[in-house]
C-alpha cells in the first residue's frame, strides 16, 4: 500500500488497524508521474489525493497490508478513493 497523506502517520493507521499494520514504519518511496492534490472538501473536512501528472512526484510509504481484515478496514477508512495499482518499475 502506498502511504502519502495521513496513512504515513502511525497513530493515525493505529485507529483504523490492527497492531501489526501500524506499527510499521514503511518504506519511504517517490513515486513519479503523481502529485498530491486537494480532492474533495467538505464544511468539517478536506481530502488529500493524488493524481496523475507527467513529470511530477510524490513522496509516501509502502506499507505491507498483510490481512484481509485491514484490507477490509482501510477500505472504510479511505471508501471515497479507488485503488489504483501502481508498477513498481515506472
Given at each position: ?21 501500524a ?34 512526484e ?7 497490508v ?9 477500505d ?9 495499482q ?5
Open positions: 500500500l502506498f502511504g502519502y497523506g495521513s496513512l504515513m502517520n502511525p497513530e493515525s493507521r493505529a485507529q483504523t488497524s490492527t497492531d501489526i499494520f506499527q510499521q514504519k514503511g518504506l519511504p518511496v517517490m513515486i513519479r508521474n503523481m502529485e498530491r492534490a486537494w480532492s474533495a472538501r467538505t464544511v468539517s473536512f478536506t481530502a488529500l489525493g493524488i493524481r496523475f501528472r507527467k513529470g511530477k510524490c513522496t509516501g510509504i509502502l506499507l505491507e498483510s490481512s484481509q481484515e485491514d484490507w477490509k478496514k482501510l472504510a477508512r479511505e471508501g471515497a478513493y479507488n485503488r489504483v501502481i508498477r513498481l518499475n515506472d
